[in-house]
């Protein structure tokens, strides 16, 4: 069974630092509103949670020169 590492800080309200084994990321918003995520893998995804099942999410990957 591999071994995982995920651990999310909450820094101030509406901002968390997200840290796993390889990346880090922050992500601003709320949980229930609009997010945008930068990582430090190069990602950036804004999502957002609809009512029910639905939801939407899009990623774009930024180039090293960013």
């Given at each position: 069974m591999p071994v995982t590492f995920r651990k999310s800080f909450r820094i101030?309200?509406?901002v968390r630092i997200n840290i796993n084994r390889r990346?880090?990321?922050v992500t601003f918003g709320s949980k229930n509103g609009p997010r945008y995520t930068r990582s430090s893998t190069g990602r950036d995804t804004y999502s957002i949670d609809l009512p029910g099942?639905?939801?939407y999410r899009t990623t774009r990957r930024?180039?090293?020169e960013d």
């Open positions: 101030l309200p509406g990346s880090w990321s099942p639905f939801g930024r180039n090293r």
